[in-house]
């Protein structure tokens, strides 16, 4: 019957499709790239071993080994096609003699164990070509989500809140830009290794961010972008575990994710880190993200992922609001100010030294960004500067910066809570 000799069987054919096309599309897309040097052929190739699988696997078993099988699989579809359009010379694909030419269903290629390792490398290179400088920082976070962790076209437009079509153009585009300019899949040279690794972190730093605090719609915390970002931070700490700030950026994810399931009420309303129910805080997310963060700081080279990683575990290990260590908190974003200077880190460090010091030191640290005009339009800036007004005494002030927030908060449920507080120096 199918499914002996070694291979499966087929009774959840189907059901190993589905599993094959969660754990294996990516590996597999990025073996094809890497060998191909064309992201749409290397896409195309794998949609085309996919059918054949569904063609193949009911009638001969599930593969002991599906990723390697696709591989193989996809590897033919595509050089099947470049042989038709007599391009096979050209683009130097003499490795097709590496692999089996049988016309029978793809067998292993090589041993379990190496191959899997080989297509760890193509999906670390893959990464690397997705956040290429070349390209737009919104293309690399919709290629990255795309192609790295194999959201759909249809999911990531709804993630970002872009029509559908606008969303896939831009990734036909983006392929196009890669083929034509070259971009390799790969892991850059040692001399380009630091620059392009904060390219990468900085795009899922950047999936996360929206998850956790979505800038648009009626949600407050997008659980699936956090959980994408997430996802690819490990993968970018398995294949890089000496780089200590993709170990923090890491760490800092999971230690500020820990928070989700108390941010927000029965009712999707956020609820203020100093009402939270620290019981809801997830112990297990807190632990492995403080380990993580501990192994980072070993290698001693600190970087502004463990600084903020850092913050996020002194909030985590708090018993309470109250007994949480504001003047620690307000040195480490002085020191994450120094290494990495931005407005926005200059809001947070604000807020904390409100907390350890006065509303008044706080505000007097918020001042210059407010009056530099740099984030004008950014609701976080205006909802800080509310609530140091508010605990300064300065109601008429404060009502005029809350006013300003919601002005520039599009997010919902964030908006109606600003709407609340606002309400509360209402002449009314």
Same mark, same amino acid.
């Given at each position: 019957?199918?499914?002996?000799?070694?291979?499966?069987?087929?009774?959840?054919?189907?059901?190993?499709?589905?599993?094959?096309?969660?754990?294996?599309?990516?590996?597999?897309?990025?073996?094809?790239?890497?060998?191909?040097?064309?992201?749409?052929?290397?896409?195309?190739?794998?949609?085309?071993?996919?059918?054949?699988?569904?063609?193949?696997?009911?009638?001969?078993?599930?593969?002991?080994?599906?990723?390697?099988?696709?591989?193989?699989?996809?590897?033919?579809?595509?050089?099947?096609?470049?042989?038709?359009?007599?391009?096979?010379?050209?683009?130097?694909?003499?490795?097709?003699?590496?692999?089996?030419?049988?016309?029978?269903?793809?067998?292993?290629?090589?041993?379990?164990?190496?191959?899997?390792?080989?297509?760890?490398?193509?999906?670390?290179?893959?990464?690397?070509?997705?956040?290429?400088?070349?390209?737009?920082?919104?293309?690399?976070?919709?290629?990255?989500?795309?192609?790295?962790?194999?959201?759909?076209?249809?999911?990531?437009?709804?993630?970002?809140?872009?029509?559908?079509?606008?969303?896939?153009?831009?990734?036909?585009?983006?392929?196009?830009?890669?083929?034509?300019?070259?971009?390799?899949?790969?892991?850059?040279?040692?001399?380009?290794?630091?620059?392009?690794?904060?390219?990468?972190?900085?795009?899922?730093?950047?999936?996360?961010?929206?998850?956790?605090?979505?800038?648009?719609?009626?949600?407050?915390?997008?659980?699936?972008?956090?959980?994408?970002?997430?996802?690819?931070?490990?993968?970018?700490?398995?294949?890089?575990?000496?780089?200590?700030?993709?170990?923090? =950026?890491?760490? $800092?994810?999971? &230690? #500020?994710?820990?928070?989700?399931?108390?941010?927000? !009420?029965?009712? %999707?309303?956020?609820? @203020?880190?100093?009402?939270?129910?620290?019981?809801?805080?997830?112990?297990?997310?807190?632990?492995?993200?403080?380990?993580?963060?501990?192994?980072?700081?070993?290698?001693?080279?600190?970087?502004?992922?463990?600084?903020?990683?850092?913050?996020?575990?002194?909030?985590?290990?708090?018993?309470?609001?109250?007994?949480?260590?504001?003047?620690?908190?307000?040195?480490?974003?002085?020191?994450?100010?120094?290494?990495?200077?931005?407005?926005?880190?200059?809001?947070?460090?604000?807020?904390?030294?409100?907390?350890?010091?006065?509303? =008044?030191?706080? $505000?007097?640290? &918020? #001042?210059?960004?407010?009056?530099?005009?740099?984030? !004008?339009?950014? %609701?976080?800036?205006? @909802?800080?500067?509310?609530?140091?007004?508010?605990?300064?005494?300065?109601?008429?002030?404060?009502?005029?910066?809350?006013?300003?927030?919601?002005?520039?908060?599009?997010?919902?449920?964030?908006?109606?809570?600003?709407?609340?507080?606002?309400?509360?120096?209402?002449?009314?």
């Amino acid at each position: 019957m199918a499914g002996t000799d070694g291979v499966g069987e087929t009774a959840d054919v189907p059901g190993a499709l589905e599993r094959a096309y969660r754990e294996e599309w990516t590996a597999v897309v990025a073996t094809l790239a890497r060998r191909l040097g064309d992201l749409q052929a290397a896409e195309d190739a794998v949609s085309e071993a996919f059918i054949s699988a569904a063609r193949t696997w009911p009638r001969d078993g599930v593969p002991p080994k599906p990723g390697a099988w696709l591989t193989v699989a996809a590897w033919r579809k595509a050089v099947d096609q470049l042989r038709i359009r007599q391009h096979i010379s050209e683009r130097g694909l003499s490795s097709v003699a590496d692999l089996p030419t049988t016309d029978a269903a793809p067998a292993d290629p090589v041993p379990a164990d190496p191959e899997e390792v080989v297509m760890e490398d193509d999906r670390l290179g893959l990464i690397f070509a997705c956040c290429h400088p070349a390209l737009a920082p919104e293309v690399r976070v919709a290629l990255t989500l795309r192609y790295v962790a194999g959201l759909t076209t249809r999911e990531i437009a709804a993630a970002f809140l872009t029509p559908e079509p606008t969303l896939a153009q831009r990734l036909v585009r983006a392929k196009r830009k890669i083929r034509e300019a070259g971009i390799r899949f790969a892991t850059p040279p040692s001399s380009a290794l630091a620059a392009r690794i904060a390219a990468v972190q900085a795009v899922i730093y950047l999936v996360f961010n929206e998850g956790y605090a979505a800038s648009g719609g009626d949600e407050l915390v997008r659980v699936d972008l956090c959980a994408e970002a997430i996802w690819l931070g490990r993968v970018l700490h398995r294949l890089l575990p000496d780089d200590a700030e993709s170990a923090g =950026l890491l760490a $800092l994810m999971l &230690l #500020t994710h820990s928070h989700a399931a108390a941010r927000q !009420d029965s009712h %999707g309303k956020p609820v @203020a880190l100093s009402d939270q129910d620290r019981s809801a805080w997830d112990a297990d997310m807190i632990t492995q993200g403080t380990a993580i963060l501990d192994t980072a700081m070993e290698l001693r080279t600190p970087g502004p992922y463990q600084l903020q990683a850092a913050i996020a575990a002194v909030h985590a290990q708090a018993p309470s609001f109250g007994d949480t260590d504001w003047p620690q908190i307000a040195a480490l974003y002085a020191e994450l100010s120094r290494r990495s200077p931005s407005p926005v880190v200059e809001v947070n460090r604000a807020v904390a030294v409100g907390l350890a010091d006065s509303p =008044l030191a706080g $505000l007097s640290v &918020l #001042t210059p960004v407010l009056e530099s005009g740099q984030l !004008d339009g950014y %609701g976080p800036l205006h @909802a800080a500067h509310a609530d140091l007004l508010e605990k300064a005494g300065n109601a008429d002030a404060a009502a005029a910066a809350w006013a300003r927030a919601i002005e520039t908060t599009e997010n919902g449920p964030l908006r109606d809570e600003m709407l609340r507080r606002a309400a509360r120096h209402s002449p009314d």
